[in-house]
């Protein structure tokens, strides 16, 4: 059990210790100077410790009152702040999600200001996350997830595939478009993360196994800015690089381009299938994958098969992924 000192004593305390003045602080909190007082003696008398030095003609802290001081005002600002978040997650227009780092950095966020151009009212929050994310105890709304999803009373819509490539800088002299997948392999110098090059393999008819890596890193993110940096050949997944490479940041190395068996699913809980916001979002999703696919093809980077976007309930999902992906 918290052991605390009465709320209101707290906020008399910290009131007078910004605004330097009992006359000032009883203005603030709407109540007399002699109630403020009040509260300030009964503070000190459940500390057991001087807070004030009323020896000075103002209000002055003592060492140990400035101390606590500035430790009430950071707890009391969290506390306020927890409040502003939970009355505004009440909110119909306000929105949380838990996503991969490496897709709401290079995907998700390069789109967002088209999502607030028709809906500037909106507040999003994104929490970036590898964890599986328990409904029943989190402030989150919706997940997007890629791969493996195994939970219950959980909604899952598929919204998009995903296809690996290998890049490389532009300046690696290394390495170029035009090569052929045994030339590109047969360079080294790659960067191992956590995708798995049988896949690429499998597509490039190549029966061999990868080169030692140059550079081992366990994110793709750090893989991408390694490639971008001339560091060697990273294999990495479309979505996330695709606004670097029309960017000139990196290029594509051979015309390789390997399908995933798994894809990305937004997941939300049962209880909020007709949740009017979730529907919102989950339709703009859609929307942006489209142009993203469109895209992709002008690049000769579509997909082999395309899937319908599509609403799977379910109690319990089990999606194909050999590796985790960050």
Not at 259 to 287: C, D, G, I, M, T
Request: charged share 20%.
């Amino acid at each position: 059990m918290l052991k605390l000192p009465p709320l209101s004593a707290l906020r008399a305390f910290e009131a007078v210790s910004r605004l330097g003045s009992v006359t000032a602080a009883a203005q603030e909190l709407h109540v007399t100077h002699s109630a403020v007082s009040h509260q300030l003696k009964l503070l000190e008398a459940y500390l057991n410790i001087a807070l004030i030095d009323r020896s000075a003609r103002r209000v002055s802290l003592t060492p140990e009152g400035r101390v606590y001081a500035y430790q009430v005002r950071l707890a009391l600002q969290q506390v306020s702040s927890a409040t502003s978040r939970i009355n505004m997650r009440s909110q119909s227009e306000h929105l949380t999600i838990a996503l991969l780092p490496s897709f709401g950095m290079h995907w998700l966020v390069p789109r967002l200001p088209d999502f607030y151009a028709q809906h500037p009212n909106w507040r999003i929050e994104l929490i970036a996350s590898l964890e599986v994310v328990d409904f029943e105890s989190s402030p989150v709304d919706c997940a997007i997830r890629f791969g493996s999803v195994e939970t219950q009373n959980t909604h899952s819509e598929w919204f998009m595939s995903e296809r690996q490539i290998l890049v490389a800088a532009p300046s690696d002299r290394r390495f170029s478009p035009t090569q052929t997948p045994e030339q590109a392999i047969a360079v080294g110098h790659t960067i191992a993360t956590n995708e798995s090059w049988s896949n690429w393999f499998l597509a490039a008819g190549l029966d061999a196994t990868p080169p030692p890596p140059s550079l081992v890193v366990n994110d793709s993110n750090l893989a991408l800015e390694a490639a971008k940096n001339g560091l060697g050949a990273a294999l990495t997944r479309l979505s996330i690089a695709e606004s670097w490479l029309k960017q000139g940041l990196v290029q594509r190395i051979t015309p390789i381009v390997a399908s995933y068996e798994s894809a990305y699913y937004l997941l939300w809980p049962n209880r909020s299938h007709k949740v009017e916001k979730l529907l919102v979002f989950a339709q703009w999703l859609k929307e942006q994958c489209h142009i993203f696919e469109r895209s992709m093809a002008t690049l000769s980077l579509a997909p082999d098969t395309a899937k319908p976007f599509g609403f799977l309930k379910t109690d319990e999902l089990s999606l194909p992924l050999k590796h985790p992906i960050f």
